[in-house]
């Protein structure tokens, strides 16, 4: 009888449980509940709007998992998991005058040249005026909760990515928005400023132009097909051309057993910066993957792969060298050209050298889980470079 009862009892719950909250359960819970490296809790995610996830899911880092799901069950699990959003103006705080005063301490890109220096040369201020600043205004940004994407400033303006796709570009001096376009998916790079034309790349590995005076696209280009692909590394842009490393996040898939690790492989890329059409395109990875030896816990293997290029190329201008640093690879065997600093010819993309300073280094999203499963036999330790090289 008490058996009975509980069947009932489960099958009215069941019943009475939303979609979205079955779906999550069945597709999403195994690793967002417990989260862990990379991977955002349950909680974590229900800071964001449904919009927000849903554009992850089909446009942003988690499209491949999303791919498995139809248009009704995405909605579902992004409406039943994301906090509920009025509908905001793509640019808020309209700007009512067009023009923007010119400052002083402009800075258009990541490292402040391609060079990547980070050096300031008008900062603007002394080092005792730091002390006595003050908050002069501050701009929410619709639906954010992180802003990864390094700002640039020129003309009189601040340009910015979001987390929700959406690209500012604000008044520096009282922080009102002149425009706001919507890219693909999130925003990571930071933003460069040359030639009358925004650059920047998104987690969808798409990489972007638009104009500087009013946000309208110019053109956009995908550079690596690779279903994971995705782009950090802020472009680097020299001579007409627009230099372009493309990571992935291919590794984090491997917390799922069924998934054969991995296929891909990092790249610098130059594109053409008035067409975006590709120039050349070097991998990091030399090798195509194919199938290796299974893992010690007898998952199944795919390799060489990863060496990702997350931060931002290095331009020598007056050698004619591009410098790029790699990340870990995925999966076994470990390659020569991962967690290393690679030189490329920058007028044809040939690999002059490579330099590597972690060797054996392979490790994905499967290293941490108890099974192991899916971790390749050298098991890191996972250690990419994060900041571009100086030149």
Known sequence: ????????????????????????????????????????????????????????????????????????????????????????????????????????????????????????????????????????????????????????????????????????????????????????????????????????????????????????????????DHPAALITATPAVSSGRVYVGVASFEEALAVTPSYVCCTFRGSVAALDAASGQVIWKTYTVRDPARPGQPTKSGARTLGPSGAGVWASPTVDERTGIVYAVTGDNYSDPPTVTSDALLAFRASSGELLWSKQYTAGDAYNGGCPLPDRVNCPDSAGPDHDFGAPPQS
């Open 1 to 224: 009888m008490k058996i009975a009862a509980l069947l009932f009892t489960l099958t009215v719950w069941c019943a009475d449980e939303p979609l979205g909250a079955q779906l999550y359960r069945k597709h999403c819970a195994s690793c967002h509940d417990a989260g862990g490296a990379r991977i955002p809790t349950q909680a974590a995610l229900r800071a964001r709007s449904g919009g927000s996830i849903l554009r992850s899911l089909e446009s942003g880092v988690m499209r491949t998992q999303g791919a498995a799901l139809n248009r009704s069950e995405r909605r579902a699990i992004s409406t039943w998991l994301g906090r509920t959003q009025a509908v905001a103006m793509v640019a808020p705080n309209r700007c009512r005058d067009a023009a923007s005063v010119p400052l002083t301490g402009e800075w258009t890109r990541w490292g402040g040249g391609a060079e990547n220096m980070r050096f300031q040369p008008t900062p603007g201020l002394r080092a005792e005026d730091v002390p006595k600043l003050q908050l002069r205004w501050a701009f929410g940004v619709p639906d954010g909760t992180n802003v990864r994407s390094q700002p640039a400033v020129f003309g009189g303006r601040l340009i910015f990515g979001s987390q929700e796709g959406v690209v500012y570009s604000l008044d520096a001096k009282t922080g009102c928005s002149h425009w706001a376009t919507e890219v693909g998916s999130q925003v990571r790079t930071g933003i460069v400023v040359d030639g009358g034309r925004v650059y920047l790349g998104d987690v969808g590995g798409m990489v972007y132009a638009l104009d500087f005076e009013t946000g309208k696209p110019l053109w956009q280009r995908r550079v690596d």
